[in-house]
DNA sequence: GCCTCGCATAGTCACAAGCTATAGAACAAT
DNA sequence: ATTGTTCTATAGCTTGTGACTATGCGAGGC
């Protein structure tokens, strides 16, 4: 059976024509090197060297198989560089789910720059409710997920990656526009709108138990599935919203976002189950970690100026 | 250091994902093919699979590695494909020097046949005067010649492609354009347009000395290096020739061609160095020969009709 | 004609690939 | 729980073969 060890011999015995020199480039002896030429040749069935006893030339099938045999060890040097890059995570394929509602904060931030520093990943983007996202996770549809932070995490890892306050959102023309912080005890009697607990537990529980520590039961006049569409509404007058603060970011001239007192902090993690192996993972998460340390960093930059 | 063995036991044991099974397609126990991967991993400092004592299943790297591995494997049956065709002559480059004076028969028959049964070998056809071919070879310049049969062939080897009688061309006019056939004695006085001997030795020596057997000294009135030239100019009345049959394919009506009482034959061969080893010389000769019998055949067939 | 060079052959050694036997983990069935 | 089954890993031995040294032998050079 041909081995790369003949072709190794038969390259370096090509190059130089010289048993003697190529044995002793290969640090063999001169005897094992013609042995191992011969047996090349008597595998393949096709003499490679004319050799007098004088002189070593290649034959024309000689010259073909060592242009060939370039192409061998080309595809052979790739395969393992690919392994080795695949096997740190610098090489793969990731698949990433994130809620919408991470659309105007963490999300670009983390995959531009993922997909900057790891350009051999195919990094494959989808938006996915928050009910669906931890499912996705645990059945291995998806390898990561960003998400407010599940209540359930068992076999799951999971890394904050994002933190922000919850502000209120107020429509046009609303009695409490004029106030620089509003205590939530003076939204007694406002219609919410609120994403459904089934959809995103967390961010839900976390509104309600809010408005129930400081002696209000919300109103829950309306539940609607994404946040845009909850700031949109708002802006429509249907009704007043908590939302990350974030939202601000969509710029809808309409609405007002005013700071909650005592605001609550949403927490936006990365999940990935820890016993999914694709090694670009921990490429991703280290990438994450980083992105939010930077936009952490910026933010009390911003602060002292 | 790896070798192919272990690329092809790591391809059948992905293929399977289970020990046992993989030994048995390569033929051998399970102890060694566990010890073969371990090594495998350990070379490429790259974990491959993800075993636990039950189940077999490939990593990230690993997936990644045997997508690899198989163009290594592609690019060796190839290199080995290639060697046995080019060992066989089947595939390669030849290169091969003609006459431009077989351009109207020989030549285009074998070389559209070569091409034609063997499209790997890269044909380089180079028109040379018959002086250059003998050295040509020599030299290792060109693999095979097409030309008369030179007087001095040692070293060389040469196989009989093609024969046919020369004939005398007579310019427009001639007063011996009537005759059916012409003997030699005739054309005492005649001014003769020869190749000089220089140039191709076996033609102008066997026109000569054709013309002194039937006791006429040619008078050369004229050196032209191409047959093609010579029965140019006897269509614009320079003077006669005697030329191999196959120039009345130029066509040219200017100008009669007529048999010759015992006319001479000429024969094309093919040339080449016996310790040449391009072993598309074989299969071109081989096809040349062939070439020759089937045109052979052809006209004993015109004849019966 | 002798010497040197350089590939091939002969004979020996040692390492590693392969074998058998078995341990030991994971899961299934009772 | 307990036992059986199914796998992979490990241990220890055997053997094939790649590599070594010594030497043969033909081709050129002096």
Redesign the pocket.
Known sequence: ?I?L?HLR?FRVLAET???????EL??????????????LEEALGVKL?D??????ELTEAGRRFYLDTGAVFSAFEQAKRNALATARGDAGELSVGFMMSTAYSITPTVTRRYAAHYPQVNLKLAETLPLDLAEDIYSGNKDVAIMYRPQDCTGLETITIFREPMMVVLPPGHRLRGRDVIDPAELAGEIFIVTPKRIAPALHDMIVSYCLQHGVTPNVGLEINMQQSIVNLVGEGMGIAIVPRSMRNMRLSTTTFKPLKNAPIIEVVAVWKNDNHNPCIATFVESAEQAWRDVEAAWSEEERC
Not at 17 to 23: E, M, R, S, T, V
Not at 51 to 56: A, F, H, I, L, Q
């Open positions: 059976m081995e060890r011999y024509l010289h048993f003697g020199k190529a044995a290969l640090h063999i002896s001169q005897p094992p090197l013609s042995r191992q030429i011969a047996l060297f050799r007098s006893r004088r002189r070593v």
